[in-house]
């Protein structure tokens, strides 16, 4: 895999958003109201969102499916997590990201939040909806229409 592909993994989008909202706390301390049920938010997000990763990796991996963005899949997974939500992967990366935020308790960060979950729509999941679309047809443009991007 080239350097520029390897950089263009979700995973390194959200290590440069997180770094961004640790350098913005690091630049301009004190944004945050210091309060201890923030981080408590905080860490309870982080831990959906890694329970959500892991949720979703495991039903792709037991289906015998890629998780690597743009690559073509060979099942259309729509059980266990899928079935509250199409992206639970990405959806787990914003809970970090978000729980992350609260944590270091740097709340003017948290407009870094729709702006990855922009970008990861755009970069990778239009993308990978198409791919659904042409692998799979109609059945994906059902559960489209019946289970949320996000949540």
Same mark, same amino acid.
């Given at each position: *895999?080239?350097?520029?592909?390897?950089?263009? $993994?979700?995973? /390194? +989008?959200?290590?440069?958003?997180? =770094?961004?909202?640790?350098?913005?706390?690091? %630049?301009?301390? =004190? $944004?945050?109201?210091?309060?201890?049920? *923030?981080? %408590?938010?905080?860490?309870?997000?982080?831990?959906?969102?890694?329970?959500? *990763?892991?949720?979703?990796?495991?039903?792709?991996?037991?289906?015998? #499916? #890629? @998780?690597?963005?743009?690559?073509?899949?060979?099942?259309?997974?729509?059980?266990?997590? @899928?079935?509250? #939500?199409?992206?639970?992967?990405?959806?787990?990366? /914003?809970? /970090?990201?978000?729980?992350?935020?609260?944590? +270091?308790?740097?709340?003017?960060?948290? /407009?870094?939040?729709?702006?990855?979950? %922009?970008?990861? #729509?755009?970069?990778?999941?239009?993308?990978? !909806?198409?791919?659904?679309? !042409?692998?799979?047809?109609?059945?994906?443009?059902? +559960?489209?229409?019946?289970?949320?991007? +996000?949540?």
């Amino acid at each position: *895999m080239s350097l520029l592909k390897w950089i263009d $993994l979700p995973p /390194v +989008w959200l290590i440069g958003a997180l =770094g961004l909202a640790f350098g913005l706390d690091r %630049w301009l301390p =004190g $944004l945050g109201f210091g309060l201890d049920p *923030m981080r %408590w938010l905080g860490d309870a997000l982080i831990a959906a969102g890694l329970g959500a *990763m892991g949720l979703g990796a495991f039903e792709l991996v037991r289906h015998h #499916t #890629t @998780f690597i963005p743009r690559r073509k899949p060979s099942y259309f997974v729509r059980q266990g997590i @899928f079935r509250l #939500t199409r992206n639970p992967i990405y959806l787990g990366d /914003v809970f /970090v990201l978000a729980g992350a935020i609260l944590h +270091w308790d740097v709340l003017p960060a948290l /407009v870094i939040v729709p702006a990855f979950m %922009w970008l990861i #729509t755009r970069r990778f999941i239009e993308g990978e !909806e198409a791919g659904l679309v !042409e692998a799979f047809g109609r059945s994906a443009e059902a +559960w489209f229409s019946k289970v949320r991007r +996000w949540l």
